[in-house]
């Protein structure tokens, strides 16, 4: 037969796994990539989480026969690692090709706030360089958006997102004729963190530089409630920088997907 119940016990030492918590890189995550723009001659920081691939020069578009071809300011094509006025060449059918076509143009983010539309146009490649915005692609684990307020407010990132920069929001640029470019508003390079009018500088296939007053640029507009009748802001213009980033341009805010990393643990004997 059992017998009585024993009596209780003094109460252990306090007891340890003898483990830790290792932190360890994402193998299973997807890899985002991201360009940025500073819109000066300054490489731009990568935002945090985010580690730089290379740096470059901010490429808007190319033009070439009259076609042009856009690139996404929130893509790593529109960084180009080296500079040149025009950095393509024509080839025909009869395998021969032609570097700096008098007709062919590049159009790159500018460094100026301020540009002198009466200089004429610049050949020096050392003096153009300090006209040409910087950049810097950067990879992480994070899915990026941005948001577009349609006011002078900046939007707020949905659930789950945290912002990496503010600024207004960028649509397309035109040139001469049909020539022009735009922007996909989900994308990052629709969020320039700089307001310059004209955002870019304009090169040509003889190898020269400038701005020209024929290069326009298109911002989302602010679109604050009204009970006005018609269309709120339909016809109106806004003179001096001011007026153009109180009531006429939206801002934006570029988000990344928050990342919940899992802790791994290591056990010792």
């Known amino acids: 037969d059992a017998g009585d119940l024993g009596e209780k016990g003094e109460v252990g030492d306090e007891g340890g796994c003898e483990c830790s918590r290792k932190t360890v890189k994402c193998k299973a995550c997807d890899v985002h990539i991201v360009a940025r723009h500073s819109q ?62 008098r007709t062919d143009k590049s159009f790159w983010l500018s460094s100026d706030q301020n540009p002198d539309f009466s200089i004429k146009p610049e050949s020096n490649l050392d003096t153009i360089v300090n006209f040409i915005s910087k950049c810097n692609v950067c990879s992480g684990s994070s899915k990026v958006v941005a948001r577009h307020s349609f006011t002078a407010d900046l ?14 929001s960028y649509l397309m640029v035109t040139s001469s004729g049909s020539s022009g470019g735009g922007q996909t508003l989900s994308s990052a390079g629709s969020c320039l963190e700089e307001f310059y009018i004209p955002t870019f500088i304009e ?62 643990y290591t056990f010792s004997d």
């Open 40 to 101: 000066t001659t300054e490489v731009p920081e990568c935002p945090a989480g985010y580690t730089s691939l290379w740096t470059g020069y901010s490429l808007v578009y190319l033009e070439g026969n009259g076609y042009s071809l856009a690139q996404d300011l929130g893509s790593a094509g529109s960084c180009l690692e080296q500079f040149q006025t025009v950095p393509m060449m024509q080839c025909s059918g009869g395998k021969v090709c032609s570097h700096g076509v």
């Open 155 to 168: 939007p707020t990132c949905p659930a789950g997102f945290h912002p990496l920069w503010h600024g207004y």
């Open 203 to 264: 090169c040509l296939g003889r190898g020269t530089c400038a701005f020209y007053i024929n290069n326009i640029d298109y911002w989302l507009a602010q679109n604050p409630e009204t009970n006005s009748p018609g269309m709120w802001g339909m016809g109106s213009v806004y003179s001096g920088l001011d007026d153009i980033l109180d009531q006429g341009v939206a801002r934006c805010t570029v988000c990344a997907k928050d990342v919940r990393m899992r802790p791994n």
